[in-house]
């Protein structure tokens, strides 16, 4: 198990998600705390949730991927300056994963957008204020923009399953989205969003309520229709994103990391016109090469625990880099994680060494990634 | 007790405190999640801990108050525009209890700010990411500055005994300071910041770790110093706190909050120059008038719990507003807490009902503030 303690809400400073008395109810037996609310990331036992997840259906209470939502007539032009993807190619329906890049090029969150409208857009934020960036950011820009935090709380509904259950609730129209694509809808009058995204590997979607009073009854809508495909509330699954090469702001990569460390070359759009935040830092960074990059690894010996702070990582007796998250993953029956490594020590098949708490030293070798090959379920290579 | 339950940490996401290994060793009981930080917010019980603070002396690690440090040629001009507080009126060497204030006048955080040279400032927050909001703001401004975290982490010594334990420490010059004043100084070579401000009403000190590295090193001297004065390791007192009339930012107000609802008037500095954040949007606030204020109220009838989500407020049959915080004092032996109101309900000695969760109906009526006078420890009228 991660590591555990006692977690004491004392006043009412940290926020509820609308789904948390159902999360209590079905027997959440510990959280954590992600944007300023809780978050139910455990109902049992984290291996047998990967399990259930991997060969039926589960449902997460997501709320905590707050939204920041921007509208107004200049919203285009404004969403467009805080990302390097280039969003005139971003449709209507249509989402992205992009990342938000502060002026020297690090990474402030790495959000799925959706684009509502012309000029209508999400952000479904990892654990950081974009709320607070974005105010100030549009300050001085002269823009024409709201950004606000709409009422809006997702759900993911992930597995090989998911895609049963969410034509029993939606009809078959749900089954037509394309990846990172959209649908907005009502079960029984309920204001949804129905995305096809998810943060498993797996088969999966996102419902994101858009009216927090009726969070108790989306909630037991999606676990009726969910049942005759043993649908389970459980939290996402740390094994199962690590398998897919998906990595967790806040651990993998921070405000002091950039898109060309971390491998996420690909959410920088080349042809881009400038004018957005970050372009000449990454320029920079690009043609200079990084000095550092965060790379697979595989590691030796018994199953491990899941790191609750961050390895340090050597070669022969210097300290060079760090662990960011390293797990055990139970159906390659290996020890697996990410590393931040300096280049000199990041090509594939290079042995390091870790220190582990509480374990000692463990050797580890650079591996590519994903583990396991996105959607599919089956290990690679 | 407060609303119990577990917290599991998946991952290397949230931060330790230097502190933390500190904190499990003295047998923290229960944490709670802040700045992206795992904060420890119990050892033992809550009213003993509350006991404890009043009678002697308390030690928190309170590492989660992160800084925002500004520095280069145009700190002063920059942090200035953060905040409705005229910063010429702080000298170096002295602190200011302060707001940061969005366009529209509402409380983004309520740090205390530090000036530690003419363009050298801190800001201590509270629970909401300040960094991203300095460095949007500071993209067009043309101003020369540096925005960043740095290496520091505050303790906080609270207690009647909190003046003979620094003394202990630092001798006597720490005891001439004034409230609000600092000095920067070193313990054993250990790096510190010693401020006379804190979160209690009661005689505090706070002192700022600056190299992480010697976190073990500065709890284990203030324990030694402590111990002929029954020093203890505990979490801040939400009892003391609400006794004081000191707000918690996201409980008792947050971003959709302005000083003119909340009492903090004096936060803003009438004559200070245009050119800061939320000015105009404060003089319509002021010239309108405010439709909500936060109160003082009395609860009637047997000790409460301390509230974990906020509680609807009612004036007769109609939901008027809500508690933000609500507690049992030991020492008033009276429940007592704050609730924003329509101001038509907010006069001194109005009454209204309210709706705790698994307890009912509860008559309170409207006091004022604080509980308890400040640095007295004596219960008012």
Redesign the interface.
Known sequence: ??????????????R?SPFFAATQRYG??????YN?MLFP??FGDLEDEYWHLVNHVTLWDVAVERQVEITGPDAFAFTNMLTPRDLSRCAVGQGKYVVIT??DGGI?NDPVLLRLGENHFWLALA???????????V???GLRVEIREPDVSPLQVQGPKAKAVVRALFGDAVLALRYYYFLETALDGIPVVVTRTGWSGEVGYEIYLRDGSRGEELWERIMAAGRPHDIRPT?PS?IRRVEAGIF????DFT?ANNVYEVGLDRLVDAGKPAGY?GRDALARIKADGVRQKLVGIEIDGDRIE?????WRVKAGNEAVGWV??AIWSPRLKKNIGYAMLPVAHASLGTSVGLEIPDVGERGATVVPLPFVDPGKGIPKG
Chains 1, 2 share one sequence.
Do not use: E
């Open positions: 198990m991660p590591f555990d303690m006692g977690l004491i809400q004392r006043g009412a400073r940290l509820r959440a037996r510990a959280y954590t705390v300023h990331v455990c502060a002026d402030i654990d950081s204020d974009v709320l607070l960036w974005a105010r100030g950011v300050l001085s820009s939290g740390d967790n702001w806040g651990a405000l935040i899941f790191n609750a702070t961050k960011t998250s």
